[in-house]
């Protein structure tokens, strides 16, 4: 029974559903897995209660990271055959799951449990959570496929603005010992199950042939990149394209994650030896406005590609993303207003870049198995989060290690970060449209022949 109710077919919208009902059980699973952003709250009372290093303590979340693009690759087509529902549910086991194992371990003082529970388990629920509603929200919305994953995504990077004082009050509440700490995690495990359940119950996949009313295919076909074709998860990993959108997620989420990483030390280090010097309550300030910049740009920015193009956009996330990182470099600790703005501007368009890849891999290899092609994409993100940070703290730890101090820890990192960013461009510059011999064969009834209307 319950795989009958998982299964893709029992999910197929009846006639007159309104296709605004997906985003909101996209929204329910990504709000929740947003989660894994606000992290670094259990990490001083893990330290304190298990006697761990910070290093240890990170070993969650690092791990965590790395399933998400593992399970996202390897898990891809099977999100497509199974349909969202079933990757709901199982990202939602897999997710609550995560922290009641961690529970068990904080409680054991097991602290190899809390690893496998929130870094592996957990991370295979971040995975399969965040693909689950691509696919599906592209073929809803064909007419605004960059604003309708921008929804969706725009809760995976507000999760942590919810999740973030939610824990530490609990925190507070329990306190921050082995049997408080393990309090949190039961709560948590438990409430997002019933929180995710709401998508599982709510999603729906649109009758084969659907689209939207009054809307043609061919109102798409004026620019060159969007494709009618289809192109297999297997055959787009053998295209050009495939690798030159890897490279520039890759380029822009380690530019991004270098900064939100270290957000709070680079802030207070920078204007450390000034008379603006920023206290610890300021710098969690700023880390909650990066925050928002993150979640606003994922759905300003993949909205905006819809009326300029992806390509486009993804010119503006790379180019002016590096003429920002320039001016934090050259400004230094001259101007704490220049220095927000432009680390705003930046992790808006890291989180725009993560809204609007979706839409760019539906215009270039078409809905047939995007959100496959899209799970085995997301491994540049598993690099990227390994990559920024290690970046930003190896070269950080070694400016403190030769007696510098303030901007000067920062700025060969901010340098790498900028090359990194014209690497990512001209990769973008190489896109072209995917040659045909990639292309899935017609299928024997046109979409347009049997289209529904609603």
């Not at 045909?436 to 529904?452: A, F, I, N, S, T």
Request: proline share 6%; with cysteine.
């Amino acid at each position: 029974m319950a795989e009958g109710f998982l299964s893709r077919s029992r999910t197929v919208a009846p006639p007159g559903w309104s296709r605004w009902l997906v985003p909101p059980a996209a929204l329910s699973v990504h709000l929740a897995i947003g989660q894994a952003y606000a992290w670094s709250v259990f990490k001083p009372p893990l330290e304190q209660a298990l006697g761990l290093s910070g290093t240890q303590s990170a070993l969650p979340f690092q791990l965590g990271i790395v399933m998400l693009g593992l399970s996202a690759a390897f898990g891809g087509t099977l999100v497509e055959r199974n349909g969202p529902r079933w990757a709901m549910f199982v990202s939602m086991a897999c997710f609550s799951s995560g922290f009641l194992l961690s529970a068990l371990g904080v409680l054991t003082q097991q602290y190899w449990l809390v690893v496998l529970g929130y870094g592996f388990v957990g991370g295979i629920g971040l995975g399969i959570g965040y693909i689950s509603p691509v696919s599906t929200l592209i073929k809803w919305f064909p007419d605004r496929p960059g604003m309708a994953t921008g929804i969706a995504i725009m809760g995976f990077g507000g999760g942590a603005l919810i999740a973030s004082p939610w824990s530490a009050q609990m925190l507070s509440g329990f306190g921050p010992t082995t049997n408080g700490i393990a309090a949190t995690f039961l709560v948590h495990g438990v409430v997002y199950a019933v929180f995710m359940s709401v998508g599982v119950l709510l999603v729906r996949v649109p009758p084969e042939g659907w689209r939207p009313k009054g809307w043609q295919p061919s109102a798409v076909k004026a620019r060159a990149l969007i494709t009618s074709a289809d192109v297999s998860a297997r055959n787009a990993i053998r295209t050009p394209q495939f690798y030159c959108l890897w490279v520039v997620l890759c380029c822009n989420v380690t530019a991004g994650i270098g900064i939100l990483e270290k957000a709070a030390p680079m802030i207070t280090d920078f204007f450390a030896g000034t008379t603006v010097a920023v206290a610890a309550s300021a710098a969690a300030g700023f880390v909650a406005l990066l925050s928002l910049a993150n979640m606003a740009g994922r759905f300003v920015w993949s909205s905006t590609s819809d009326l300029i193009g992806r390509k486009n956009m993804y010119r503006v996330y790379l180019g002016v993303g590096a003429l920002l990182y320039l001016v934090i470099a050259l400004a230094g600790d001259t101007s704490k207003p220049l220095f927000i703005l432009s680390a705003l501007g930046i992790l808006s368009f890291y989180g725009g870049g993560f809204a609007t890849i979706p839409a760019y891999l539906k215009d270039l290899f078409g809905t047939y198995q995007v959100g496959a092609i899209h799970g085995r994409l997301l491994t540049a993100w598993s690099t990227a989060g390994v990559l920024g940070p290690l970046i930003v703290n190896a070269v950080a730890d070694a400016q403190e290690a030769a007696g510098r101090s303030g901007p000067a820890l920062y700025t060969t990192s901010l340098y790498v970060m900028i090359g990194l960013l014209i690497v990512g461009f001209l990769a973008n510059e190489l896109v072209r449209p995917v040659h045909e011999k990639y292309h899935e064969r017609p299928r024997e009834v046109p979409l347009e022949e049997k289209g529904q209307t609603v």
